[in-house]
C-alpha cells in the first residue's frame, strides 16, 4: 500500500479546506475507503479522518421530519424508534445492506458516497471509465448481469449501491453538506448523477466536500413505505433489484403513491413516470403492472441484465400488492 498521511479533522471548515487539495481523502466508517486502498483503486496521499466531528445526532423536528448527521452509523439510524415508526422504508433498507458488523461501523455519509461494485471498477487490470476516464468500459462486453439497465450511457454501466439512499429517494430528502464556499444543501434527486460522459463523477457535490446531514420532510405517506430487495444470498450482498414504496390508497383508488427502484442505474432511480400512472387509478395488481411496465419503457438492458425489466416489475407489483388495504 502506498504511504499516506493522516490527519484527524478538528472541525469542519478545516476538513474541506484540507480537502481541496488533490489526492485527499475522508475517512469515516472507512467501510468502503479501506477496500479500494487494499484493492489499490483509490492511494491518496492524505487521510483526513472526520470521524471526531460532532455530526453523531438525529434531531427530529417540531413540524415532523427528521436532521440525521452524517456520522450516525447505519445500525444506529436503522434502529431509531422515529424512523422505525415514520419512515419504515429507511430503516428496512439499512438492515437489508452489509452486514451487522460494517452497519455498526458504516456512517449515513459514507453510505451515500459508497463507490459502485462493479468488478471491473475494483480490477486493476480491467479497463475502465470510472477509474481512468477514457480507458474504456469492459463492463459492457463482459460481466454485467448486476449492472444498470435505466440511465447508463456508452461509457458506464454501473449501479449505484446504497440501500438506503433509494429509501432517501423515496421520501425526497436532502442532503447538506459544507463545501469550498460554506454550507449548502441539495435535493437526493440532484446529488446522484448518470453517468453520461463522466462516469468518474458519483455525485454533483463540489470537489472537497463534506456530508454533514441528512434531513427527511415531514412525509406522512412515509409511515406505511416498506423497502423489498432480492439478492443473490439472503444476507450480505448488493441487491439484484430493490423497491421502496409508499402507498395511500383510498375508497380502492390510489390516492398518492412513492416508488424508487434500486441497483437499476448509476443513481437510486425514482419511478415518477409509474407514479404518475397510479394516482388517480385503481389499486389493482393490473394497475400497479401497467405503472411498472410505463416506468420500464426507457430500460435498455444489455445481453445478461435483461432479466431486471421482470425482476422489478414483479418485485413492485407483489409489494405494492401486500401494501394495499
Ligand atoms: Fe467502469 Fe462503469 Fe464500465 Fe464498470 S460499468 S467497468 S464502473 S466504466
Given amino acids: 500500500m502506498k504511504p499516506f498521511r493522516y490527519e484527524l479533522a478538528e472541525d469542519a471548515e478545516g476538513a474541506v479546506a484540507t480537502m481541496v487539495r488533490p489526492g485527499a481523502a475522508y475517512l469515516a466508517g472507512g467501510t468502503n475507503l479501506v477496500d479500494l486502498m487494499k484493492l489499490g483503486v483509490?492511494?491518496?496521499?492524505?487521510?483526513?479522518?472526520?470521524?471526531?466531528?460532532?455530526y453523531r445526532e438525529v434531531e427530529t423536528f417540531e413540524g415532523g421530519g427528521l436532521r440525521i448527521g452524517a456520522l450516525v452509523t447505519n445500525s444506529e439510524l436503522a434502529t431509531h424508534p422515529v424512523v422505525r415508526t415514520r419512515y419504515?422504508?429507511?430503516?428496512?433498507?439499512?438492515?437489508?445492506?452489509?452486514?451487522?458488523q460494517l452497519r455498526n461501523r458504516a456512517t449515513v455519509g459514507g453510505n451515500l458516497l459508497q463507490r459502485t461494485r462493479c468488478r471491473y471498477f475494483q480490477d486493476l487490470t480491467k479497463a475502465c471509465n470510472k477509474r481512468i476516464p477514457g480507458s474504456g468500459c469492459d463492463a459492457r462486453d463482459g460481466e454485467h448481469h448486476d449492472l444498470a439497465i435505466l440511465g447508463a450511457s456508452p461509457q458506464c454501466i454501473a449501479t449505484n449501491p446504497s440501500d438506503l439512499a433509494?429509501?432517501?429517494?423515496?421520501?425526497?430528502?436532502?442532503?447538506?453538506?459544507?463545501?469550498?464556499?460554506?454550507?449548502?444543501?441539495i435535493s437526493v434527486h440532484d446529488l446522484f448523477r448518470r453517468p453520461g460522459d463522466r462516469p468518474d463523477r458519483d455525485t454533483n457535490l463540489p470537489p472537497g466536500s463534506l456530508i454533514t446531514a441528512v434531513v427527511l420532510p415531514d412525509c406522512a405517506i412515509a409511515a406505511g413505505s416498506r423497502y423489498r430487495k432480492v439478492r443473490d444470498r439472503a444476507s450480505f450482498a448488493f441487491a439484484a433489484g430493490s423497491v421502496a414504496a409508499a402507498l395511500d390508497v383510498r375508497e380502492g383508488v390510489v390516492h398518492d403513491v412513492r416508488l424508487a427502484w434500486g441497483a437499476v442505474a448509476h443513481l437510486p432511480w425514482r419511478a415518477w413516470a409509474a407514479e404518475r400512472a397510479l394516482r388517480g387509478a385503481p389499486a389493482t395488481p393490473e394497475s400497479f403492472e401497467r405503472a411498472a411496465e410505463e416506468e420500464l419503457t426507457?430500460?435498455?438492458?444489455?445481453?445478461?441484465?435483461?432479466?431486471k425489466v421482470p425482476l422489478l416489475r414483479n418485485l413492485t407489483v407483489g409489494l405494492l400488492r401486500e401494501m394495499t388495504p
Wanted: net charge negative; charged share 15%; glycine share 8%.
Fill in 42 to 54: 483509490t492511494a491518496p496521499d492524505l487521510i483526513v479522518d472526520v470521524s471526531d466531528l460532532p
Fill in 88 to 100: 419504515p422504508a429507511v430503516s428496512e433498507a439499512l438492515l437489508a445492506g452489509a452486514s451487522g
Fill in 166 to 185: 433509494v429509501a432517501l429517494a423515496m421520501v425526497d430528502a436532502s442532503v447538506h453538506y459544507i463545501g469550498p464556499h460554506g454550507p449548502a444543501a
Fill in 298 to 307: 426507457t430500460a435498455k438492458p444489455l445481453r445478461d441484465n435483461g432479466y
